[in-house]
């Protein structure tokens, strides 16, 4: 995994290189998956449930930029950038990408249309962003 990319980000300003805060990159594991949790309620709105899936899928992604060494203020940068954190193919993040846009939509025009397959394919995209970054942070022990 080749992290001169994220260094390059530094440069243009796009990332800021910080010291590694385990903790905070275990917290951010851990909402990640309550939000998961959260967007599997069937009680909740289409709506809520996506934007869960989403918040799930912001939260791994950033302790996966977190435990590089690096931060972003801008929320779309941390899921780019997991082509050089996780190793993921562009096809696997953009669809993190596109649940940004239609994210932003909500937030900042207060539209949000979303099919049920779309909050499907999210979260299971999610489980596999949590169970990489939970590999990332916690490497399974060769033999002794």
């Known amino acids: 995994m080749s992290l001169g990319p994220l260094a390059n980000l530094v440069r243009a300003n796009q990332l800021k290189a910080e010291p590694r805060n385990d903790a905070e990159v275990t917290r951010l594991l851990a909402m990640a998956r309550t939000r998961l949790h959260d967007a599997q309620v069937a009680s ?3 709506e809520g449930r996506f934007i869960s ?3 799930a899928a912001h939260a791994a992604a950033l302790a996966a ?7 972003s203020e801008h929320r779309y940068m941390v899921f780019q950038c997991l082509t050089h954190t996780l190793n993921w193919a562009a096809p696997r993040w953009r669809v993190l990408d596109v649940a940004h846009q239609k994210r932003n939509l909500a937030e900042y025009e207060g539209f949000l249309e979303v099919e049920e397959s ?3 394919e999210l ?4 489980i596999e962003l ?4 939970a590999k990332l942070v916690t490497p399974q022990s060769g033999p002794p």
């Open 65 to 71: 930029l977190r435990w590089h060494g690096y931060r």
């Open 118 to 120: 779309a909050i499907k």
């Open 130 to 133: 949590i169970g990489d970054v």
């Open 53 to 55: 899936a989403y918040n």
């Open 44 to 46: 909740v709105s289409r």
């Open 123 to 126: 979260s299971a995209l999610v």
